[in-house]
C-alpha cells in the first residue's frame, strides 16, 4: 500500500471510500458527482481513492484533479477487490465508512442520508441503500430498487445490501473483521466479498439496515442479455464458494439460505421436466455453484493464513 498524497492531519466524521481499476472515464464521472454532495454543517469528511493497480490513465486523472474535494489516492498494487477495499478502511480516518464504486453516481443527499440514519439509530452498525440504474438502456441487474426499509435478521437477507452501496461504523469493523481477500472481484470467486462482511456482521449480532434513502445509480453498461447472463454466473460462483465456505466452518446459520437455493431449483428442475425439455438453467446453476466450492476447497487448503486474516 502506498500513499501518493499527503494523509489528513486529523480523523474526520465520514470516509468515502472507491476503489478504482481501469475505469478512468467513469471515475472522472464519479469524481464530478461527488462535488455535488451535500455535506451537513459540521460534518467532517475525507474522500478515499485506491487505485488497484490500473493501467490506463487513472493516476494522470488523479495527478491532474484540482482539489475541490477532501481527496486523498491510496495504491493498492495487488489486484484484487477485497484487498483494495481493505487497503481504503487502512488509510480511511473516519467513524463511518462509506462505500461506493467507480461505476456508480451517488445522489447529492447520499452522504447526508447515511449519516442521518446512523445519527437516527446509535445501535446501527451496518447500512445498505437503494441501488437504481442510470441508464435505462442497461440491463436491470446490480440494483437494489425497493423502496422500503428493511432490517437484515437472517442469511435470506444479506444480499440485499452490496458493495457499491455500503456503509458501516469503524466499529462494525472490528466485530465483523476485514473483507476477505479469497473472495470479490479478481479472485476465483469473482464476486460476494460485500455478502460475505454482512453476513459476518449478523453473526457478530450486529444490527444491519436497508433504507432506501440512501440512493446511487449505477451506470454499468451491461445492455445486451449475453453479459447478464455472465454477471449472474459470475455470483452463482461467488454464491458456491460462500456456501462452501460456511459449511467448512461448519456453521450452522447458512443451512437455511442453501436449503431455499435447493428448494428453489428443484422446482424449476420438475418444470423443465414436465415441459418435457432439458434442465439447461438447473445444471449450469449446480454447475456455477460447483465451480465456486472447488475454487473455495483449493484456496482453503493452500491458505496459511489466521483465522482473523482470512475474515472468519
Known amino acids: 500500500m502506498d500513499v501518493v498524497t499527503a494523509p489528513a492531519a486529523t480523523a474526520v466524521d465520514v470516509s468515502v471510500i472507491v476503489c478504482t481499476r481501469n475505469r478512468s472515464d467513469a471515475l472522472a464521472r464519479l ?68 462505500f461506493t464504486d467507480d461505476d456508480c453516481l451517488p445522489d447529492p443527499q447520499w452522504l447526508a442520508a447515511i449519516r442521518d440514519e446512523f445519527a437516527r439509530a446509535p445501535s446501527l452498525s451496518v447500512l445498505g441503500g437503494r441501488v437504481e440504474l442510470f441508464d435505462e438502456r442497461d440491463q436491470p441487474t446490480t440494483t437494489r430498487t425497493s423502496r422500503e426499509r428493511d432490517e437484515i435478521t437472517s442469511a435470506f437477507k444479506v444480499d440485499s445490501i452490496i458493495g457499491c452501496n455500503m456503509a458501516f461504523r469503524r466499529s462494525a469493523l472490528a466485530a465483523a473483521g476485514p473483507f476477505d481477500v ?17 453476513y459476518r456482521a449478523l453473526r457478530a449480532g450486529l444490527r444491519i439496515e436497508y433504507s432506501p434513502d440512501a440512493l446511487v445509480y449505477h451506470n454499468h453498461g451491461r445492455r445486451t442479455d449475453a453479459q447478464a447472463r455472465a454477471l449472474k454466473r459470475a455470483y452463482t460462483v461467488a454464491r458456491g464458494a460462500l456456501f462452501c ?17 435447493v428448494r428453489w431449483h428443484a422446482r424449476a428442475l420438475m418444470q423443465d421436466l414436465r415441459a418435457p425439455r432439458f434442465p439447461s438453467r438447473v445444471v449450469r446453476h449446480y454447475y456455477d455453484l460447483a465451480v465456486g466450492a472447488a475454487y473455495w476447497v483449493r484456496h482453503r487448503l493452500t491458505d496459511r493464513r489466521p483465522p482473523g486474516d482470512r475474515g472468519e
Do not use: C
Not at 73 to 88: C, D, I, Q
Open 245 to 261: 465456505k460456511y459449511l467448512m466452518q461448519r456453521d450452522r446459520g447458512i443451512l437455511p439460505r442453501i436449503e431455499q437455493d
Open 31 to 98: 469524481l464530478e458527482r461527488l462535488e455535488q454532495l451535500v455535506v451537513p454543517a459540521g460534518v467532517r469528511w475525507e474522500l478515499i481513492i485506491v487505485d488497484n493497480e490500473s493501467t490506463d490513465g487513472t493516476a494522470a486523472l488523479l495527478a491532474s484533479l484540482p482539489r475541490r474535494l477532501p481527496m486523498r489516492v491510496v495504491n493498492e498494487h495487488t489486484p484484487g477487490l477485497s484487498r483494495a477495499r481493505n487497503t481504503g478502511l487502512a488509510a480511511a480516518t473516519g467513524d463511518l465508512l462509506l
Open 182 to 198: 479469497a473472495l470479490g472481484g479478481g479472485t476465483g470467486a469473482g464476486a460476494g466479498e460485500d455478502v460475505d462482511f454482512v
